[in-house]
């Protein structure tokens, strides 16, 4: 079992940045892949990127490309999402989830991650 608690969320202008951390317990960090997703309201839920086990090789979805990364500290059981040059287009709530993957693994698909935390709301203005 894998608890994970999100924070960072709130309210910032379009161009400005945030940075939303995800703290794990209850086992295992390194175990697990950890990946970021998003869901708009009205929208089916998105993935924003993914980091594997070993912390190198990170993967972002074309949208958020170039604006935001993804960083973990397996010392500290952290996952983080540096978002930058925010747009309104942002806005959603953002989850984190942990897959139980391979080392080098870095799954895309919400199904392919066993554990989710309860996502923190992420509003940009215009």
């Known amino acids: 079992q894998v608890q994970l608690v999100e924070s960072g969320g709130g309210l910032v202008q379009a161009g400005g940045s945030l940075r939303l951390s995800c703290a794990a317990s209850?086992?295992?960090?390194?175990?697990?892949?950890m990946g970021w997703f998003r869901q708009a309201p009205g929208k089916e839920r998105e993935i924003v990127g993914v980091i594997s086990r070993r912390a190198g090789g990170a993967y972002y979805a074309d949208s958020v490309k170039g604006r935001f990364t993804i960083s973990r500290d397996n010392a500290k059981n952290t996952v983080s999402l540096q978002m930058n040059n925010l747009k309104p287009e942002d806005t959603a709530v953002y989850y984190c989830?942990?897959?139980?993957?391979?080392?080098?693994?870095?799954?895309?698909?919400?199904?392919?991650?066993?554990?989710w935390g309860q996502g923190t709301q992420v509003t940009v203005s215009s």
């Open positions: 209850g086992s295992t960090f390194s175990s697990y892949a």
């Open positions: 989830a942990a897959a139980a993957t391979s080392y080098y693994t870095t799954p895309f698909r919400d199904y392919e991650y066993n554990y």
